[in-house]
């Protein structure tokens, strides 16, 4: 079973920036599918951006431009840059891998 830790989380005011990062309890060179997830209150949890093995990337419409996602398979790493934040970015954010495993979830808010 893979465990994941997020950090990065916090309060930044809009139009600034924050870097998400997870780390892995497992090598995840062998994991296809790496993701960030949010979900925000009253809300169901979404897909933020994911990265495969090949270094493909899908990420939200509403996040296209402004997140970044990438994964360090040496340091066991994935991170989820994020600029240009709006208030609507304000969402408990999960890293997830290969759809089964999650972690805890970090905060991210913003302020308008």
């Known amino acids: 079973q893979v465990q994941l830790v997020e950090s990065g989380g916090g309060l930044v005011q809009a139009g600034g920036s924050l870097r998400l990062s997870c780390a892995a309890s497992e090598r995840i060179a062998n994991i296809n599918a790496l993701g960030w997830y949010r979900q925000a209150p009253g809300k169901l949890r979404a897909l933020v951006a994911q990265i495969t093995s090949g270094g493909g990337t899908i990420y939200a419409d509403s996040v296209k431009g402004r997140f970044t996602i990438s994964r360090d398979n040496a340091k066991n790493t994935i991170s989820l840059q994020m600029n240009n934040l709006k208030p609507e970015d304000t969402a408990v954010y999960y890293c997830?891998?290969?759809?089964?495993?999650w972690g805890q979830g970090t905060q991210v808010t913003v302020s308008s």
């Open positions: 997830n891998a290969q759809y089964l495993y």
